[in-house]
């Protein structure tokens, strides 16, 4: 049975249907009676698409008797059937079986086994012996041991016929019990006269109710016995009496009493129970010979006897005694004593998806209780918040479907408890468990733990530095729940975010791909996706964002007061007085927090404390009123340094002069009312105006250059080709990066500025013009400054012959990469003298008005873009300066 059962649930549908047949066959059949056709009854095709039917025993209460064919679903005997052996005197004989056709219905089959009149009755003796007084009355009855007959129904026993003698003394009374069997009683009808004849003999037959009636006899021999005139008598022929079932042994049933009006011996009346009396009875109940009273002493179940006859006789212990009798009908209450009884029929092996619908089963229970009315009605329910329930079929039959759509994230295994109670006083129940797996969907997409991620990187990383870690969260199992990630694509300032961070696909890991600059981008943002490996992919995204933190990586750099050379002369009035501000210094540095903090102080030539310096507005005011007295002309070095971590600083020389009257020419003056005044706005006005200008100018002296290059090949510049004809006759030529070399100025003692030196290719080797950086002029922003070149002293050493740059000098060359905050580059050169006047070369250290003769080519540097002049023209080399980040 439970191979059929486990082969059952491994071909277990989603929709379970259950029909009812019910079949007959008479007993004695040989084997192979076809008793039904399961496929034809219940309206089953048979070889649908190439496909045989499949019916499956699942449970059978007789398998040795019946069975179905598992092809053609014809029911079938297996060998020949004995109604009378298989249910004995039960009434109803059927045979039950469940059987699973095509993996998609349960039959549920009942085959009732028809009696047959194949037995006769028979007696439990052929022959009796009945002692009868002659002075019994008529009507005396004597009770006789009734016929069995193994049939049943209309086949069993019907009625009894006695064969008298000639002088019809005796008759016969049929009579039936409360389990309706029958028995005869044997009744005086004339007074016996034992003188007369002493012994009477009679045929008892017993006869059933078949088509073809059988009977069996017995022989009765009735021998006339001389006795006493009087018998025991009961109050009353017959007594009913109710007991519960389950009552205590030793409890009194009945107290009989029966009297007799003899004397002595003959009225001494002894109780006994019949001599027909069952051996069960004699085990449930014992009498007392003397005194009548009944006591139980076996265990009474309803479910076994609901009625119990007893039948009493009382004889006296004269001679000849003639018996009184009586009959105890023992009525047994059902008293609620059965459990009831949960069978699980089928149940669901494996796990079931989370996807499956409401109204799935899940399992095929039988519930029964042996108890009857009140005590045998069952209640069955689902125990617990469980997403299943109970539906009720025909026969006691529930299925168990889920009631609720079924989710394993939240629960992957559910203990499900059935409990049975009946409706006795007090209730009995039952409970039975069974477990179900829940298989999981892809039906979770991943769960980042944060809708949006803050990392944190300095500046200047080095690639491939750790950034942080996203995590989405998948509660699937398995491919459904594994995560992987990538980045959703996006720029940041037109580059693509893949250049900027990548992330670990199985960990969520982010690393920088380049090193970033907090000047340039301080911070950006970028989506991460996270999906999972289930069928389809679910998938979800959050949003990182990125925030570079700033490290002090740019030097301050002061562009107040215009300094030259890193000095600045400053003219101060006299008798000005405490608290005059003598000049105000301003720096900036494109760092930000502590790192773009900046401190003022005044490091040198201060001993006197003639002057004190603002830390914070960098204003610088007379601390002395007669300072002029103790030193009218002061050099004060001024440092500005940031609050960073390494710190960086610069540094400037400020003399400080004494005037009464005017302000000599030509030297700047000071303003003592400008207390609080920006001075950046109008340099940075006058300086973008500058700017255009220069850049028109270049521009049109660039093309009238190129224009009288092609027309005439004279200039003013004559005196250089016969103080160099070798240059005068050479070709033109192009220049190169390479041809350029920067070397240190002569003003070593500056730690914090580079001081460049720019000299000629070897194609200028022979030119006595030699440039060092001179001022600095600050533009309309903190990332501009223009810077001029003038000629160098002539103590410098001139390179001879067609030697290369590296060689012409014993100074290391200086990068403008050592200063992070300078970027130069020529940015064109000037093909006249300033203004309208034509430049010579008679004043090689002049500037601005003053001529300049160069007899070699001029260099040009355009953010790498190189051109080529003409090598007869003097030139004027401006360099641009850009403190911040390109």
């Known amino acids: 049975m439970y191979l059929s059962i486990l082969f059952f649930l491994c071909f277990w549908a989603q929709a379970l249907t259950l029909k009812n047949l019910n079949y007959s066959v008479p007993e004695e059949q040989k084997q192979n009676t076809i008793i039904g056709n399961l ?39 297996k060998q020949r059937i004995d109604r009378d052996t298989l249910c004995q005197r039960n009434p109803k004989c059927q045979l039950s079986m469940e059987v699973f056709a095509n993996d998609a219905e349960i039959f549920m089959i009942k085959i009732e086994i028809q009696d047959i009149n194949d037995n006769s009755p028979t007696f439990p003796n052929d022959v009796i012996d009945l002692e009868i007084a002659e002075n019994a009355a008529p009507g005396t009855r004597f009770p006789l041991t009734a016929a069995h007959d193994l049939d049943s129904g209309e086949n069993g026993l019907k009625t009894y016929q006695i064969t008298r003698d000639d002088y019809s003394i005796f008759s016969l009374d049929v009579k039936s019990r409360g389990d309706g069997t029958k028995f005869p009683e044997l009744v005086i009808q004339r007074p016996l006269d034992r003188e007369e004849r002493s012994h009477h003999t009679l045929i008892l037959t017993a006869i059933d109710g078949g088509e073809y009636p059988r009977s ?109 009798h009586c009959k105890v009908t023992v009525k047994v209450v059902d008293r609620n004593d059965n459990w009831p009884s949960i069978n699980f029929v089928s149940v669901r092996q494996g796990a079931i998806s989370e996807a499956a619908p409401p109204g799935t089963v899940i399992a095929l229970v039988r519930v029964t209780d042996k108890d009857s009315g009140r005590n045998g009605q069952l209640q069955c329910r689902v125990l617990g918040n469980v997403p299943f329930k109970l539906e009720e079929n025909s026969d006691n039959f529930y299925t168990v479907v889920t009631d609720k759509p079924l989710d394993r994230e939240l629960q992957d295994e559910y203990n499900i408890s059935i409990l049975a109670k009946d409706n006795g ?65 996006s ?233 160099h004809p070798q240059l005068g006759k050479s070709k033109k030529k192009k220049i190169n990066k390479n041809d350029i070399m920067l070397v240190q100025s002569e003003v070593e003692e500056r730690d914090a500025m580079n001081v460049m030196n720019v000299v000629s290719s070897p194609s200028l080797a022979t030119s006595p013009m030699y440039f060092d950086y001179q001022t600095r002029l600050p533009l309309s922003s903190p990332r501009s400054e223009v810077m001029y070149l003038k000629p160098a002293a002539n103590n410098l050493p001139v390179p001879q012959g067609p030697v290369g740059c590296h060689t012409s000098f014993t100074s290391p060359v200086t990068s403008t990469t050592e200063t992070p905050t300078n970027r130069m580059s020529i940015i064109q050169p000037w093909v006249t003298g300033w203004g309208a006047e034509p430049l010579e070369a008679s004043s090689p250290t002049g500037w601005g008005a003053e001529p300049l003769e160069a007899s070699s080519p001029a260099l040009i540097s355009e953010q790498n873009n190189w051109q080529e002049l003409t090598p007869h023209c003097p030139a004027y080399l401006l360099l641009m300066n850009y403190p911040g980040p390109a």
């Open 216 to 324: 069996g006899t017995m022989q009765i021999n009735v021998k006339v016995i001389d006795s006493n005139d009087n018998s025991p008598v009961f109050e009353q022929p017959s007594y009913v009496v109710e007991v519960p079932e389950n009552t205590p042994t030793g409890r009194v049933l009945i107290d009989l009493n029966a009297t007799d009006p003899d004397e002595g011996s003959n009225g001494q009346i002894v109780y006994s129970f019949s001599g027909y009396t069952p051996d069960r009875i004699r085990e449930l109940f014992s009498i007392d010979p003397e005194t009548g009273v009944i006591k139980i002493q076996g265990k009474i179940d309803y479910e076994e006897n609901p009625i119990i006859e007893i039948d009493v006789q009382a004889k006296d212990q004269g001679p000849n005694p003639i018996p009184g």
């Open 491 to 723: 720029n940041v300032s037109s580059d693509s975010i893949q250049t900027f961070v990548g992330v670990t696909a199985s960990t969520g890991a982010i690393y920088a791909l380049r090193a970033f600059n907090y000047e340039q981008t301080k911070y950006f943002d970028f989506k991460v996706l996270a999906k999972d490996s289930g069928s389809p992919h679910l998938q979800s995204n959050a949003t990182v964002r990125v925030n570079i933190l700033d490290v002090n990586d740019n030097v301050p750099v002061i562009v107040l007061p215009l300094l030259q050379n890193d000095t600045a002369e400053i003219h101060v009035p006299r008798n000005v007085g405490i608290g005059h501000i003598v000049t105000t210094v301003r720096a900036v540095d494109n760092d930000s927090g502590e790192s773009g903090r900046l401190t003022y102080e005044i490091t040198e030539g201060n001993e006197e404390h003639l002057f004190e310096m603002d830390p914070v507005s960098g204003e610088l005011r007379t601390a002395h009123p007669l300072w002029e007295e103790v030193a009218p002309v002061v050099e004060l070095v001024v440092r500005v340094s940031d609050h960073g971590k390494p710190s960086f600083a610069d540094n400037a020389k400020l003399i400080i002069r004494a005037y009464s009257g005017a302000l000599p020419e030509g030297k700047p003056r000071i303003n003592a009312e400008r207390h609080g005044w920006d001075m950046s706005l109008p340099l940075i006005v006058t300086l973008s105006i500058i700017s255009i200008m220069l850049l028109a100018a270049m521009v049109t002296i660039v093309v009238k250059c190129k224009r009288e290059n092609k027309e005439i090949r004279t200039y003013n510049c004559r005196i250089a080709e016969y103080s």
């Open 39 to 77: 496929a034809k009854d219940a309206n089953i095709e048979i070889n649908v698409t190439g496909q045989k039917s499949n019916f499956r025993v699942l449970e059978n209460s007789a398998r040795h008797l019946v069975d179905v064919d598992p092809t053609s679903g014809l029911l079938r005997t």
């Open 425 to 489: 006083n007090p209730p009995l129940n039952s409970t039975k468990s069974f477990t179900v797996k829940i298989l999981d969907e892809n039906d979770n997409a991943p769960h980042f733990t944060k809708p949006v991620y803050v990392m944190q990187i300095s500046e200047n990383n080095v690639p491939g530095e750790y950034m942080g870690s996203v995590l989405a969260i998948d509660p699937d199992l398995g491919l459904n729940g594994t995560v992987s990630y990538v980045l959703l694509p």
